[in-house]
């Protein structure tokens, strides 16, 4: 398993979550990491990215400012911390890794972690 996700769960609005992916790809600094999310009948969108080496990161406006991405290049791990969880969060969220600039090319794909927010 190049990549696995982990930390996804039910939480009432307002709440927080942290996901993470464990990166067995070597070396993980070769890869811009990025999550992604999927509503149900829709195609995946991107949320976040962060760079190589974490100095340079991006959300999308409908997550700017409540969720954040990271890496910890020492451990092989993203993660993606959530606040201010709206239920229009509900998704599936996965992570990704990839060797490109265009978020339309990712080499690797985490096997998604559900995240559901109650109102």
């Known amino acids: 398993v190049q990549l696995q996700a982990s930390g996804g769960g039910s939480v009432q609005a307002g709440g927080s979550l942290r996901l993470s992916c464990a990166a067995s790809?070597?070396?993980?600094?070769?890869?811009?990491m990025r999550w992604f999310r999927q509503f149900p009948g829709e195609e995946r969108r991107m949320v976040a990215s962060?760079?190589?080496?974490?100095?340079?990161?991006f959300v999308v406006s409908d997550v700017k400012g409540r969720f954040a991405i990271s890496r910890d290049n020492s451990k092989n791990t993203v993660s993606l911390q959530m606040n201010d969880l709206r239920p229009e969060d509900t998704a599936v969220y996965y992570c990704?890794?990839?060797?490109?600039?265009?978020?339309?090319?990712?080499?690797?794909w985490g096997q998604g972690t559900l995240v559901t927010v109650s109102s």
């Open positions: 790809l070597q070396p993980f600094t070769a890869y811009i």
């Open positions: 990704a890794a990839s060797t490109s600039i265009s978020i339309f090319e990712n080499d690797y």
């Open positions: 962060v760079n190589y080496n974490g100095s340079n990161s």
